[in-house]
């Protein structure tokens, strides 16, 4: 069964304190992995798409890479403004839907 | 701006009543979806459309509905409300396979 499983579930930071998220999922034939962040109340937000073992994409304090079972969102010096929910997905060749897993709630206190 | 849009923002219905939530995008994209987030279960699709007059049911699609008449909106319709559909529910839309898709800021739906 295709599968995505986040890992912590909850995260809690002191600012400053790096950190990383896991992803791990079990599906045939990825197309590629996304991470989305999302605020209370509000719709998931887009942070990167990885398409490939090995890859890696950065945006401020935030690095996404991608193996062939799993993926990790690296925290450096995080800020309080970080704090979210990050939900991982992956889209399959076979179908090219979005399976999500269930989100890692982070929280920096300052 | 392009934007993808939802209304209501919140609703609260009884059991057996029809209640259709509206998603309105205007990027001009071909791909929309529709999600439901509960704790515990992440986010799960219900039904998607890859164009117009297309439609497609994903792994939690009993009792809601959709059509697509054209390319700005993707109706979801409960057709029989059950407590069960108490949920967050989230449209979204991308412009081709393999992009990201864009989430609408959800509607709360609570049935009673």
């Known amino acids: 069964e295709d599968q995505v499983t986040q890992s912590p579930e909850a995260l809690r930071l002191q600012e400053g304190e790096s950190s990383s998220l896991n992803c791990s999922y079990t599906?045939?034939?990825?197309?590629?992995l996304f991470w989305y962040r999302q605020d209370p109340g509000k719709g998931p937000e887009f942070l990167f798409t990885?398409?490939?073992a090995g890859e890696e994409k950065e945006k401020e304090r935030l690095k996404a890479t991608l193996t062939k079972k799993e993926s990790f969102l690296h925290i450096t010096a995080p800020k309080p403004e970080d704090s979210a929910t990050y939900l991982c997905?992956?889209?399959?060749?076979?179908?090219?839907?979005?399976?999500f897993g269930s989100g890692t709630r982070l929280l920096v206190r300052p | 701006d392009a934007e993808i849009t939802q209304s209501p923002r919140h609703k609260i219905t009884e059991t057996g009543r029809q209640v259709t939530l509206a998603c309105h995008q205007t990027?001009?994209?071909?791909?929309m979806f529709w999600y439901r987030q509960d704790l515990g279960h992440g986010l799960r699709l219900i039904h998607y459309?890859?164009?117009?007059?297309?439609?497609n049911k994903g792994e939690v699609s009993d009792g809601y509905s959709v059509s697509r008449s054209n390319t700005e909106d993707l109706p979801l319709t409960l057709e029989s409300a059950a407590s069960s559909q108490t949920s967050v529910y989230f449209c979204?839309?991308?412009?081709?396979?393999?992009?990201?898709?864009?989430f609408g800021p959800g509607t709360r739906l609570t049935v009673l």
């Open positions: 459309s890859y164009g117009v007059q297309d439609t």
């Open positions: 599906v045939s034939g990825l197309r590629g």
């Open positions: 997905a992956v889209q399959m060749d076979s179908s090219y839907k979005l399976i």
């Open positions: 990027w001009n994209h071909n791909n």
């Open positions: 990885l398409y490939s």
């Open positions: 979204a839309s991308s412009p081709d396979w393999g992009n990201e898709q864009f």
